[in-house]
């Protein structure tokens, strides 16, 4: 009878609230930057681990950089108490959710967690269908910042219904949260997540190799460069405050440094949001160095948040183009072949007109100072052709400056 009358009361909070839900806006005004536990040690999470991740993003720099989201994946959950409150495992999380918060918030972090929109997460774990309010609430008491919410165990859900509910139970409880949809991309969700998410996956999950499908029983997992394709036509329904998110990064993990440059430069140029995987303990000196480049990482989180774009390919070499504030570009050469490519860029005869935001690069009315963002150096002006050798999936990222 008593979890009878919390349901009619939750119901009818939501029925209530829902005329004045939105979600929270101006909270990511720039894609979210932070670290996720998955893609390192999936279900094997607990304090220690999260504390260890937290206190190695302050030491190493990265929140220096701008990282700031601190998130736990699928997996942490325990069982619902008597009254249907989600309680975290109490092996793994002893001291509660709240003393965790409270551990990453000192160190000037923002706490996340994630959740699943069925019945189940996709590890099987208590997810969050029929209590979006009690936990938005718990959420709320813990002091959850971001929320990951997942699509699995989905029978019978719409999305954008089940996606909306808990947008206006996070919106309920009162406490500002980044709301990150993960439906894959199977019902679009740029096209209808503008005004409920923050952030919405494209496409299924990522795993760490340059160009590959990784095959499972009923899905798969998709290299960098697979993805990259599966999304080509969709930058216009990403900005500020609502972005396209190709997934988190493998940075760090078993690709080689060329290719993990790639991989960083080009979700940089795709205004992704920069989430790391890796094992932030032992990093090496050349993976700080690019999850931290601030060149890189300011082409991302440039404020006209304008997705970049393939601007052509041929033979296996790419340009990727993105316009930033203040009339300025970045331009990207990746070599997607498997030996060293040379090329010669003449800007004189490559006038760039941006199909979505109509910005303009066009060298013969302009001259824009030309800087090598991964060497760190200047390399002229656009009143020269450029040349470069690119290694083997490598990339070449130049920052253009109206002079």
Same mark, same amino acid.
């Not at 999936?42 to 190695?56: F, P, T």
């Not at 736990?72 to 509660?96: A, V």
């Not at 947008?167 to 503008?194: H, M, N, Q, Y």
């Given at each position: 009878?008593?979890?009878?009358?919390?349901?009619?009361?939750?119901?009818?909070?939501?029925?209530?609230?829902?005329?004045?839900?939105?979600?929270?806006?101006?909270?990511?005004?720039?894609?979210?930057?932070?670290?996720?536990?998955?893609?390192?040690?999936?279900?094997?999470?607990?304090?220690?681990?999260?504390?260890?991740?937290?206190?190695?993003?302050?030491?190493?720099?990265?929140?220096?950089?701008?990282?700031?989201?601190?998130?736990?994946?699928?997996?942490?959950?325990?069982?619902?108490? $008597?009254?249907?409150?989600?309680?975290?495992?109490?092996?793994?999380?002893?001291?509660?959710?709240?003393?965790?918060?409270?551990?990453?918030?000192?160190?000037?972090?923002?706490?996340?967690?994630?959740?699943?929109?069925?019945?189940?997460?996709?590890?099987?774990?208590?997810?969050?269908?029929?209590?979006?309010?009690?936990?938005?609430?718990?959420?709320?008491?813990?002091?959850?910042?971001?929320?990951?919410?997942?699509?699995?165990?989905? $029978?019978?859900?719409?999305?954008? +219904?089940?996606?909306?509910?808990?947008?206006?139970?996070?919106?309920?409880?009162?406490?500002?949260?980044?709301?990150?949809?993960?439906?894959?991309?199977?019902?679009?969700?740029?096209?209808?997540?503008?005004?409920?998410?923050?952030?919405?996956?494209?496409?299924?999950?990522? $795993?760490?190799?340059?160009?590959?499908?990784?095959?499972?029983?009923?899905?798969?997992?998709?290299?960098?460069?697979?993805?990259?394709?599966?999304?080509?036509?969709?930058?216009?329904?990403?900005?500020?405050?609502?972005?396209?998110?190709?997934?988190?990064?493998?940075?760090?993990?078993?690709?080689?440094?060329?290719?993990?440059?790639?991989?960083?430069?080009?979700?940089?140029?795709?205004?992704?949001?920069?989430?790391?995987?890796?094992?932030?303990?032992?990093?090496?000196?050349?993976?700080?160095?690019?999850?931290?480049?601030?060149?890189?990482?300011?082409?991302?989180?440039?404020?006209?948040?304008?997705?970049?774009?393939?601007?052509?390919?041929?033979?296996?070499?790419?340009?990727?183009?993105?316009?930033?504030?203040?009339?300025?570009?970045?331009?990207?050469?990746?070599?997607? $072949? +498997?030996?060293?490519?040379?090329?010669?860029?003449?800007?004189?005869?490559?006038?760039?007109?941006?199909?979505?935001?109509?910005?303009?690069?066009?060298?013969?009315?302009?001259?824009?100072?030309?800087?090598?963002?991964?060497?760190?150096?200047?390399?002229?002006?656009?009143?020269?052709?450029?040349?470069?050798?690119?290694?083997?999936?490598?990339?070449?990222?130049?920052?253009?400056?109206?002079?």
């Amino acid at each position: 009878m008593k979890r009878c009358f919390l349901l009619m009361v939750a119901v009818l909070i939501l029925l209530t609230g829902s005329l004045y839900a939105q979600k929270f806006e101006g909270l990511a005004l720039t894609p979210p930057m932070g670290w996720n536990s998955w893609n390192t040690f999936g279900s094997n999470v607990n304090e220690a681990l999260i504390r260890e991740m937290a206190d190695a993003m302050v030491s190493s720099g990265m929140m220096d950089a701008g990282y700031k989201y601190i998130v736990i994946d699928d997996c942490w959950q325990g069982l619902r108490d $008597t009254l249907g409150n989600i309680r975290p495992d109490p092996l793994r999380f002893p001291s509660g959710m709240k003393a965790l918060a409270d551990y990453i918030h000192i160190r000037g972090l923002k706490f996340g967690i994630y959740s699943c929109a069925g019945d189940k997460t996709c590890g099987g774990y208590p997810g969050s269908r029929g209590y979006e309010l009690q936990d938005a609430r718990t959420y709320a008491q813990w002091g959850v910042d971001y929320l990951k919410y997942d699509w699995c165990n989905n $029978t019978g859900l719409n999305s954008v +219904t089940a996606y909306t509910t808990m947008r206006d139970a996070l919106f309920a409880a009162s406490r500002p949260v980044v709301f990150s949809i993960c439906e894959w991309g199977d019902t679009k969700a740029w096209e209808w997540g503008k005004n409920i998410g923050h952030l919405w996956r494209t496409t299924g999950d990522i $795993t760490d190799c340059f160009d590959c499908e990784l095959k499972h029983e009923t899905w798969s997992s998709w290299g960098i460069m697979k993805i990259v394709e599966m999304r080509k036509d969709i930058r216009q329904y990403a900005g500020p405050d609502h972005w396209n998110d190709p997934d988190m990064l493998e940075v760090g993990k078993s690709m080689s440094l060329n290719e993990d440059r790639s991989h960083f430069s080009l979700w940089c140029m795709m205004a992704a949001p920069l989430i790391a995987g890796n094992d932030l303990r032992n990093m090496k000196k050349e993976t700080v160095e690019i999850l931290t480049n601030p060149e890189l990482i300011a082409i991302d989180q440039d404020p006209l948040g304008i997705q970049g774009y393939r601007y052509n390919a041929k033979e296996g070499i790419e340009v990727w183009v993105k316009p930033l504030e203040k009339g300025n570009w970045a331009i990207c050469f990746l070599n997607r $072949t +498997t030996i060293p490519q040379e090329i010669d860029f003449d800007w004189s005869k490559n006038n760039i007109t941006d199909p979505v935001s109509k910005w303009m690069l066009d060298a013969s009315e302009a001259v824009y100072t030309v800087r090598n963002l991964w060497a760190k150096f200047d390399v002229g002006t656009t009143n020269n052709i450029f040349h470069a050798v690119i290694p083997v999936h490598d990339v070449v990222v130049l920052g253009l400056t109206k002079k």
